[in-house]
């Protein structure tokens, strides 16, 4: 949950595509234990209306069954451990975060995550200690993209949609927040460190053209601005009939 609440302007990043990336591929690694159906087994348990990734259930147990389901010989607890809890953070884009804050922009985490790899993540990657908040699904009780737990975060923040930008790779979270009144972007991390940051901080990432764009108009004929200029006034601009910050 946010620690502070007053009235300004929010980043809510994503974690997974965008903070953070899985270090190995959870459908092609668990395929190796189990030997087939992972893709199956993980669109059924963590779908985000269910239970576990709204936090009324923990994945080891339904783990377990799927190893023994398939006569796999291994534990599922290093195989969680193994999987869920080996993460590749985004260091440099974690950076930034200070700068922004300095600029007046508070900035947390609005994440899907099933109760175990949530607490993994609290313990060790240092969110809490960067960020202003954070928002875990499996805390909310409900999952992005469903509306309710955007309408959870602006309660918390005690925000209006248009003080909040919402960075993420889910096309659907993104056009749900817009729906809103967020200001949405989709931005997907590639793995490479640099790279995320320059994007961020040149371009606010055209929704239509669905690639970065500097100050002013391009190509594609939208006058898409800066998304975060450190150390600079933020102010709304609009672009594609949506709104960005610059």
């Known amino acids: 949950m946010s620690r502070r609440t007053d009235m300004q302007r929010h980043v809510l ?8 990336r899985p270090a190995a591929d959870f459908a092609s690694e668990l395929n190796m234990v189990v030997r087939d159906g992972a893709e199956e087994w993980l669109r059924e348990t963590f779908r985000r209306d269910g239970d576990v990734v709204t936090g009324r259930a923990e994945v080891v147990p339904a783990l377990r069954g799927l190893l023994q389901e398939k006569g796999a010989d291994h534990d599922a607890t290093e195989v969680h451990q193994r999987l869920w809890c080996a993460i590749q953070v985004n260091r440099s884009l974690l950076a930034e975060v200070p700068t922004w804050q300095n600029s007046g922009l508070k900035t947390h985490l609005a994440t899907n995550q099933d109760p175990g790899r949530a ?5 060790t990657l240092g969110y809490e ?4 908040g954070t928002y875990y699904s499996c805390d909310l009780g409900v999952a992005k993209p469903d509306p309710a737990y955007f309408d959870q975060v602006l309660a918390d923040l005690r925000a209006d949609p248009d003080d909040v930008l919402f960075i993420d790779d889910g096309v659907g979270n993104v056009e749900v927040a817009q729906s809103l009144g967020i200001c949405g972007l989709r931005w997907q991390w590639s793995g490479t460190e640099s790279e995320s940051v320059d994007l961020l901080l040149q371009g606010s990432g055209c929704l239509e053209c669905r690639g970065p764009l500097s100050a002013g108009p391009r190509t594609c004929g939208h006058a898409c601005g800066s998304l975060l200029a450190p150390r600079t006034r933020i ?3 609009r672009a594609c009939g949506k709104t960005y910050w610059r």
């Open 119 to 123: 607490r993994f993540m609290k313990a």
């Open 13 to 20: 990043l994503d974690a997974d595509g965008v903070l953070q």
């Open 235 to 237: 102010s709304p601009a």
């Open 129 to 132: 200690r960067v960020l202003d």
